[in-house]
């Protein structure tokens, strides 16, 4: 029996507008917005969704002072021509880069997340 479809991942953010629109881009997936819940929404049901948090403090990493909890894996066929796209949406490459075959950004509220090659 199957208890669950999809899991959903849901990102504490100071603006959940803008982060909701910048993954929606990155994936090409629907976006949903209310004031202080937004949405983006693949068509066969996985999402991921973004709460706004007040004096909301990103994640530190590779340090741990503010852990980082959660992190996001997105296979990509061209780690290159992806880390383009997803620098020109808005994403920052981290400075540390600890294995080859991934690379290492933060998104605009500053979560760190992986572009891997699949």
Same mark, same amino acid.
């Given at each position: 029996? #199957?208890? +669950?479809?999809?899991? =959903?991942?849901?990102?504490? %953010? *100071? ?9 929606? +881009?990155?994936?090409?997936?629907? =976006?949903?917005?209310?004031?202080? @819940? $937004? ?17 909301? #403090?990103?994640?530190? @990493?590779?340090?741990?002072? =503010?852990?980082?909890?959660?992190? !996001?894996?997105? /296979? &990509?066929?061209?780690?290159? +021509?992806?880390? &383009?796209? #997803? !620098? +020109? !949406?808005?994403? /920052?490459?981290?400075?540390?880069? *600890?294995? /080859?075959?991934?690379?290492?950004? !933060?998104?605009?509220?500053?979560? *760190?997340? %992986?572009? $891997?090659?699949?």
């Amino acid at each position: 029996m #199957t208890i +669950a479809r999809f899991p =959903v991942v849901v990102l504490d %953010c *100071p603006d959940p507008k803008s982060l909701s629109e910048f993954y929606g +881009a990155l994936l090409d997936w629907k =976006v949903e917005q209310s004031e202080d @819940w $937004c949405s983006v929404r693949a068509d066969y049901g996985a999402s991921i969704d973004f709460q706004q948090v007040e004096n909301f #403090t990103p994640p530190q @990493w590779p340090g741990q002072e =503010v852990p980082q909890q959660i992190h !996001l894996d997105f /296979t &990509v066929d061209d780690l290159d +021509a992806a880390e &383009v796209a #997803t !620098l +020109a !949406l808005g994403a /920052t490459k981290h400075e540390y880069q *600890p294995g /080859t075959s991934f690379r290492v950004f !933060l998104d605009p509220a500053g979560h *760190p997340f %992986c572009l $891997c090659v699949g």
